[in-house]
């Protein structure tokens, strides 16, 4: 059974930071590119960020570049965002998601975790 596990979300205060996790199983986590996006209320889902399969190459939104984090460690199956600074219009559920290429698109993404929320307050 593939498994995208997010954690780590939470109610933070404007200027605050918060380190999402997400924990894969059930396949090969070390021939996957990996990738946040998130979705806030009555908003479509966006992108965050990506990293290639060895954490070699990262991608980020306009939005988050400069305060977001993107890194992975493959011995633990595992992605995480560093997230910096943090502001009201951050407040979103944040999903993990793995696919043969790592980068804006959510549909070259094929496994996608759960979410977890985040929210922002001013």
């Known amino acids: 059974q593939v498994q995208l596990v997010e954690s780590g979300g939470g109610l933070v205060q404007a200027g605050d930071s918060l380190r999402l996790s997400c924990a894969a199983s059930?396949?090969?986590?070390?021939?996957?590119?990996m990738g946040w996006f998130r979705q806030a209320a009555g908003k479509e889902r966006e992108f965050v960020a990506a990293v290639s399969w060895d954490g070699t190459n990262t991608y980020y939104a306009d939005s988050v570049k400069g305060r977001f984090t993107i890194s992975r460690e493959n011995a633990k199956n595992t992605v995480y965002v560093q997230m910096n600074g943090l502001k009201p219009d951050d407040t979103a559920v944040y999903y993990c998601?793995?696919?043969?290429?790592?980068?804006?698109?959510?549909?070259?993404?094929?496994?996608w975790g759960q979410g977890t929320r985040v929210t922002v307050s001013s």
């Open positions: 998601a793995a696919g043969p290429r790592s980068n804006y698109r959510g549909s070259d993404y094929t496994y």
């Open positions: 059930g396949f090969t986590f070390s021939n996957y590119g």
